[in-house]
């Protein structure tokens, strides 16, 4: 069961998506798009690009959502990696994406409701590939985010197995303690296996998120398994091998991820967008109730992202990293505040009320995160 009903989950997100839409620069309606901006008009049966041609670099987007539902906006290489993405964004409002793109051919999707495939436009990228000179220290930051992201990759495969293992034997208390350890790895670096497209759905897609026709796999079946029935099955054992498997697949593509100091800071935006649609609302492991776990590893992905991205960004815009530094350090100490052992409280001993404390949180964090792109996205 989930960790709260289901039409309070579905309130407390509307008050999460609500709330950013308020307090945002990029979260407005205005109709105008920025100077040299691609527009794109986001409705419940249509994506309209204003430019479906435009140069490579770094590339500004403005999203207007025209529809009833709530919708994210994708940008896709062939093979449907994902190049960057905006989450969240409610009827009425807008938002915006700064990103740098190669030359090359791309689609960008609306999807209303936040499911499925989306609504499509080709668009091309045109231009020449070769890198122009940069600042040394944004490529530092991207070689250092690289080397974090796999560690963290590294460092999951161990758990991951110790997780399968205690679930091929039986043992579902093991199986339970071992559950959340093993996600954080994922959880700290989760855009860059997103990135890839193929290997989210295997792995970390929970029931009610499954397209037409997919084998639902990965964490969260076995989770359900674990904290309903309790009765571990061959197809489990199966299921434990698959999961270890496409992790390991994961670990080895990692090198490979498209790395920017754009999308290290769109990255950490998307981390916000996680914890809001998922972990605040209880969403997330609804049936373990570890939720907190993920939270506090989407957190220190986010900071990490930004902390190697802070001698750019505080130098290019010093309120803003001095605004980032207090909120995160807030949204810290809120989370140290339900510490217990060497995890976190079950979620479903977190009130209403606190609920909405971690809500304001992470509302505090995400709008001033949106800024981090353009503070460090290259000249155009």
């Known amino acids: 069961m989930s960790a709260v009903p289901r039409a309070s989950a579905v ?6 998506v609500l709330g950013t839409a308020a307090v945002t620069g990029c979260a407005k309606k205005s109709d105008a798009s920025s100077d040299g901006a691609i527009r794109v008009d986001a409705a419940d049966n249509s994506c309209k690009v204003s430019k479906t041609e435009f140069p490579s670099g ?13 919708t994210e906006v994708y940008v896709y290489a062939p093979g449907d990696r994902i190049v960057t993405e905006r989450e969240n964004i409610g ?16 689609e960008i999707a609306c999807k209303p409701g936040m ?3 989306g609504i499509r436009q080709k668009i ?3 231009g020449a590939n070769a890198p122009k000179p940069g600042d040394p220290r944004l490529d530092q930051a991207v070689a250092s985010y690289r080397k974090y992201s796999q560690e963290q990759a590294d460092l999951t495969i161990p758990l991951v197995q110790k997780f399968a293992d205690a679930v091929k034997a039986g043992d579902v208390a093991a199986a339970k303690a071992a559950f959340a350890p093993s996600r954080v790895g994922w959880e700290r670096t989760e855009p860059v296996a997103e990135s890839f497209g193929d290997i989210d759905p295997k792995t970390d897609t929970r029931e009610d998120g499954l397209e037409d026709g997919q084998k639902w796999t990965g964490w969260h079946r076995l989770e359900k398994t674990l904290w309903t029935t309790g009765k571990l099955t061959p197809e489990d054992s199966t299921l434990a091998d698959q999961l270890v498997a496409d992790l390991k697949d994961w670990q080895k593509r990692v090198g490979t991820a498209d790395i920017t100091a754009t ?3 769109n990255g950490a935006k998307e981390l916000l967008d996680e914890v809001a649609t998922g972990k605040v609302t209880g969403e997330e492991d609804r049936y373990s109730h570890t939720d907190l776990s993920d939270f506090n590893a989407n957190v220190d992905g986010a900071r990490k992202a930004y902390e190697l991205l802070k001698p750019v960004a505080s130098e ?13 350090a807030d949204i810290q100490t809120l989370l140290d505040k339900y ?11 977190v009130t209403e009320k606190e609920r909405k404390a971690f809500s304001d949180a992470v509302n505090a964090l995400a709008e001033p995160l949106s800024k981090l792109a353009a503070a460090v996205a290259p000249a155009k």
């Open 11 to 16: 309130a407390l997100l509307s008050l999460v």
């Open 58 to 70: 770094t590339v500004s987007l403005d999203l207007h959502n025209k529809g009833s539902k709530v």
């Open 91 to 106: 009827p009425g409002t807008s938002a915006s994406i700064t990103a740098q793109i190669k030359a090359g051919a791309y």
């Open 115 to 117: 499911k499925g495939d």
């Open 124 to 126: 091309t990228v045109t």
């Open 263 to 265: 999308s290290m800071a």
């Open 316 to 328: 290019k815009d010093p309120e803003l990293s001095k605004t980032l530094d207090t909120e995160f």
């Open 339 to 349: 510490r217990q052992g060497d995890g976190f409280v079950s979620y479903d001993k």
